[in-house]
């Protein structure tokens, strides 16, 4: 009796469940349109559908043993389970539900899903990207070498391209001290040697002139002008206020008496 009991109890469990799912609606699938629905639960539930579409389907595309035709098939839902699933998101939040734009995690990273022309929408997931067709679109292309224009060009050019702080950090001044010392020493002793060669062939007589005990060395300091002194200066001022006095005393001399002078004409003669 208790099996037969137990029976009983079983396929009355089964008639409550399924009257109970017959007055409940059917919502296993979803509207073809996400603004179809107007419940924020609803929608909740349709997208979590998509989303476990998306993850089996996602798996199988990483199988690289998959013939083309099935893995273009296999991309090609994915990236529409994508699009659909971006329309049930709007669709909640137009009906005050959260912003899964902003707030839920990516699914995929950019290695997982890559686009061939960015903010385009179609990915290329897992296998589909080593299709033929597809793995050269990847490839990028190096970058051409523009030439550099005259202002790119001058905008590098500062005090230094032209040599004019050389001497700031000080060591240009004592290689130069170096090889001057060692250019000095090398005149001095080309100057002994012609010296010695020009007594030998003239005579142990001749006794060597002031020009030649001088020494040909580049002078620190040339002066192209002539600098006057003090004293030069002074009687050069001096020379002209003479001058001048003679001149103007010159001019009294030459100059008529005010009475008899002419009145300036100031009309032309042919008038």
């Known amino acids: 009796m208790a099996r037969n009991e137990e029976k ?14 017959a007055n409940r609606p059917d919502k296993s699938q979803r509207p073809y349109l996400a603004t179809e629905c107007t419940d924020v639960p609803d929608c ?3 997208r979590g559908q998509i989303i476990k579409e998306i ?25 529409k389970l994508m699009r659909e699933k971006g329309h049930w998101e709007r669709q909640i939040k137009a009906l005050g539900g959260p912003d899964h734009f902003r707030t839920a995690p990516k699914l995929f990273n950019e290695e997982d899903a890559e686009e061939v022309v ?7 997931y897992g296998a589909a990207k080593k299709l033929p067709g597809v793995r050269e679109l990847f490839k ?44 000095l020493a090398e005149n001095i002793t080309r ?63 030459s100059m008529p008496p005010p009475e008899t002078a002419e009145a300036p004409k100031l009309v032309p003669a042919s008038w």
């Open 8 to 21: 009983a109890q079983a396929l009355l469990n089964r008639f409550v469940a399924a009257k109970r799912d």
């Open 44 to 46: 909740e539930l349709y």
């Open 55 to 79: 993850s089996k389907k996602v798996s199988l595309i990483q199988n690289e043993g998959l013939e083309e035709h099935r893995v273009r098939d296999l991309n090609d839902q994915i990236n």
């Open 118 to 124: 960015p903010g385009k929408g179609y990915r290329y």
């Open 140 to 183: 990028k292309a190096a970058p051409e070498r523009t030439k550099r224009t005259r202002f790119e060009m001058l905008k590098s050019i500062d005090a230094d391209y032209y040599g004019y702080r050389d001497d700031d950090d000080g060591i240009l001044i004592e290689l130069e001290k170096a090889v001057e010392g060692e250019k």
């Open 191 to 253: 100057w002994e040697k012609l010296r010695e060669e020009r007594i030998n062939a003239e005579g142990s007589d001749v006794e060597p002139s002031d020009e030649e005990e001088r020494i040909d060395v580049p002078d620190q300091f040339v002066a192209h002008v002539e600098v006057p002194d003090q004293t030069a200066i002074e009687r050069r001022i001096l020379e002209r206020r003479k001058r001048e006095l003679l001149e103007l005393a010159a001019g009294d001399l």
